[in-house]
């Protein structure tokens, strides 16, 4: 167990819906970074936070959002979904920016 | 633009025998590199990882090497168990606070160990 919390494990959705997923760091992790892995792609660097505050910003698309709240967790909201979107997202966290990320489960988002 | 890159996507070994992963950066801002194991719907965990200053890094069966003048990084896993068969991500990173904090991945070497 990572420590690092993702809700929900399975998502499945309609084309031009709207999703959230939910990330709670570690204890003590300042950072919060999320991750796609399409099929057989590797992992995508979508965002960082950082206390709140965004870091540092990947291949994310503009359909794409996140935002990391006072209490650290993070949301990744994902809208007007294409069948493409489908993937796992992964999130992960740090003591700061940079050095070991210890990751989630995943969620995995099938798009119909 | 793929600052980290493993070449090899896919690596099959005897058990009992070395596997080597190899890996390879182009950014010599870099200054932490590490090894994720990842199993089929899990998230990577965390293996080993090597600071700049360093060469060498060992803990129990896996062995990092670093480098830093070839930008090259591998990881040795003696002797090779069923159990090590994943996928191997590579990832650096660079100072902790800066632009370059947070972790740039290779597309990752599918390790089989057959018995």
């Known amino acids: 167990d990572s420590g690092v919390t993702q809700t929900p494990k399975h998502l499945i959705t309609a084309t031009g819906q709207r999703v959230t997923l939910r990330c709670s760091p570690r204890?003590?992790?300042?950072?919060v970074y999320w991750y796609q892995q399409s099929l057989d792609q590797g992992l995508q660097f979508l965002i960082q936070?950082?206390?709140?505050?965004?870091?540092a910003k990947g291949n994310i698309l503009e359909r794409f959002s996140a935002q990391q709240f006072p209490d650290l967790h993070s949301e990744l909201n994902l809208s007007s979904l294409e069948l493409g979107d489908s993937a796992l997202y992964f999130c992960?966290?740090?003591?700061?920016?940079?050095?070991?990320?210890?990751f989630g489960q995943g969620t995995r988002l099938t798009v119909v | 633009d793929q600052q980290v890159k493993q070449n090899s996507p896919s690596l099959s070994v005897q058990e009992g025998r070395i596997s080597i992963l190899n890996c390879d950066y182009t950014n010599s801002m870099f200054d932490y590199f590490l090894w994720y194991k990842k199993y089929p719907a899990e998230g990577p965990t965390f293996l080993i990882s090597i600071s700049s200053i360093k060469d060498k890094n060992e803990d129990g069966r896996f062995t990092v090497f670093l480098n830093k003048s070839a930008k090259h990084l591998s990881l040795h896993i003696v002797p090779s168990q069923p159990g090590d068969s994943a996928v191997y991500f590579c990832?650096?990173?660079?100072?902790?606070?800066?632009?370059?904090?947070?972790?740039?991945f290779g597309r990752g070497t599918q390790l089989t160990v057959w018995p």
């Open positions: 936070y950082y206390n709140g505050e965004e870091r």
């Open positions: 204890s003590g992790d300042l950072s």
């Open positions: 990832a650096a990173s660079g100072r902790r606070g800066s632009t370059l904090g947070r972790l740039y």
């Open positions: 992960a966290s740090s003591r700061q920016g940079g050095g070991e990320a210890f």
